[in-house]
């Protein structure tokens, strides 16, 4: 089976991949089988980093943030906590705003 990250982030000369994750893990520590497929997926596109992104347990939150390991090669892995849905008119909705958060969280500039 191919398997291919849910996002892929390049920059300049830098990648970033990502998976998303919809399960928060248990003390924020990832399963090994999610570890292993950020890995994967970092080696397989020559990426300096890999992220599991997780969403905020609190929809209402605005805060970002990111934990940071890294592996025995110098990629590094990370969880990445992002607000993916927000409060509209008493509704909980996709946060429109998601790709911008996940750039700014790479460190991407935006404009």
Avoid: F
Wanted: aromatic share 10%.
């Amino acid at each position: 089976m191919n398997r291919k990250p849910d996002i892929v982030v390049t920059h300049g000369s830098r990648t970033w991949v990502l998976a998303t994750k919809w399960k928060l893990p248990e003390g924020h520590r990832p399963s090994d089988s999610d570890l292993n497929q950020i890995y994967v997926y970092s080696h397989r596109y020559a990426a300096q980093a890999g992220w599991l992104l997780y969403p905020l347990a609190d929809v209402k939150g605005t805060n970002v943030v990111k934990q940071v390991g890294q592996y025995w090669d110098e990629r590094h892995c990370g969880l990445l906590y992002l607000p993916v849905a927000t409060v509209e008119e008493g509704q909980v909705r996709l946060n429109r705003e998601l790709g911008t958060a996940i750039l700014t969280a790479l460190g991407v500039e935006t404009q």
